[in-house]
């Protein structure tokens, strides 16, 4: 009996890859990420915001972590990625105007995401998806331009093109062999783009209404399937 209560109470060993994660993780994820966003939505439950916000996160970081048998380098970058998103979480819902310091974390995460995608598939052996993510990125920038204050517009022209850059990649790693995992990591990265390009024009050029919602979801969803990518991820 004492060694039952002990086995119940220990941390969940990791677990091979060869299989898809329990359901239960998914729903884990998306009852935390709504938290997150009906906390960010409502003023009285913005305490929860705080909390739940990185929580969501670091649930997608623990999936990964437990995907022992997926492929080492692969797993090791997203699972940076993922605490690099968490830390870029954490800074910009601060009340401290910390936007660079998010944007430095977050292109350190897309850089990580890049990597791990390039250990799928050489980079850029496919043309057609980084002119489309160009192109893309090209309008969204011209969109935000004359209302992005001078200090900013550096900064974002490098992480625009690491985001454009990282979510082409994954659109590589899903066209060279169609499996569940690459196709995840590729609307992985496209959520990604729609989440990013969201934020910015809320932020910089059109108030959105809901944008917490649309901003966040799409956030989330980028997260846990790019995490769900590592599982089946041999190679």
């Not at 944007?103 to 995608?117: E, G, K």
């Not at 489309?132 to 935000?144: E, I, K, P, Q």
């Not at 985001?163 to 790693?173: E, G, P």
């Amino acid at each position: 009996m004492r060694g039952c209560r002990v086995r119940s109470l220990a941390m969940p060993a990791a677990v091979p890859s060869n299989t898809a994660p329990s359901p239960r993780w998914a729903w884990s994820v998306a009852v935390v990420a709504a938290l997150a966003i009906v906390a960010a939505l409502w003023p009285p439950l913005h305490a929860l915001h705080y909390l739940a916000k990185p929580a969501a996160t670091l649930l997608v970081a623990l999936l990964v972590w437990r995907a022992v048998d997926a492929q080492p380098a692969y797993r090791r970058a997203v699972l940076a990625g993922l605490l690099l998103s968490t830390l870029g979480d954490i800074w910009l819902m601060l009340p401290r105007d910390l936007f660079v310091a998010g944007l430095v974390s977050f292109l350190l995460a897309h850089l990580a995401y890049l990597y791990a995608f390039t250990r799928l598939a050489a980079l850029a052996p496919l043309r057609w998806p980084f002119a489309a993510y160009a192109l893309l990125a090209a309008g969204v920038v011209l969109l935000l331009w004359s209302h992005l204050p001078a200090p900013l517009r550096a900064p974002v022209l490098v992480y625009v093109a690491a985001l454009a850059t990282m979510a082409a990649q994954a659109a590589v790693v899903a066209v060279q062999r169609i499996t569940a995992s690459r196709i995840a990591a590729a609307i992985g990265g496209l959520s990604f783009v729609v989440s990013d390009a969201l934020l910015a024009i809320d932020r910089f050029h059109t108030p959105l209404p809901y944008a917490a919602l649309w901003v966040l979801a799409s956030y989330w969803l980028a997260q846990f399937l790019i995490g769900r990518s590592v599982w089946q991820s041999r190679g």
